[in-house]
Nanobody
Framework: QVLLVESGGTLVQTGGSLKLSCVASGFTFKTHAMGWFRQAPGKEREFVAAISWIGESKYYADSVKGRFSISKSDAKSTLYLEMNNMKPDDTAVYYC???????????????????WGQGTQVTVST
């Protein structure tokens, strides 16, 4: 059973930093592409960042490029999202996700990801 558990979300001030974690279990983490998505109230879920299974290729939404960094630890089966210079528009529930087969490419499309965590709330105050 695939399980993704996000943590690290909290209230942070504008300009602040935060690091999210997503602990994975129930599948071979090191062979699966992973992604971070977010959903703000009243808005559709949107892509934030993705990382290839080998960890060399990383992709970012234009809105977070240069501020956010995705990484992973295969030894800990954990995906990370480091967020810097945060803005009120970053306020959302953040989800990690993975694809349903090994060795697939990382993409920016939510529909390409089969398994999702329950999300962690990030709120950026003005």
């Amino acid at each position: 059973q695939v399980l993704l558990v996000e943590s690290g979300g909290t209230l942070v001030q504008t300009g602040g930093s935060l690091k999210l974690s997503c602990v994975a279990s129930g599948f071979t983490f090191k062979t699966h592409a992973m992604g971070w998505f977010r959903q703000a109230p009243g808005k559709e879920r949107e892509f934030v960042a993705a990382i290839s299974w080998i960890g060399e290729s990383k992709y970012y939404a234009d809105s977070v490029k240069g501020r956010f960094s995705i990484s992973k630890s295969d030894a800990k089966s954990t995906l990370y999202l480091e967020m810097n210079n945060m803005k009120p528009d970053d306020t959302a529930v953040y989800y990690c996700a993975t694809r349903d087969q090994e060795y697939l490419v990382a993409t920016m499309k939510a529909t390409d990801y089969t398994f999702w965590g329950q999300g962690t709330q990030v709120t950026v105050s003005t």
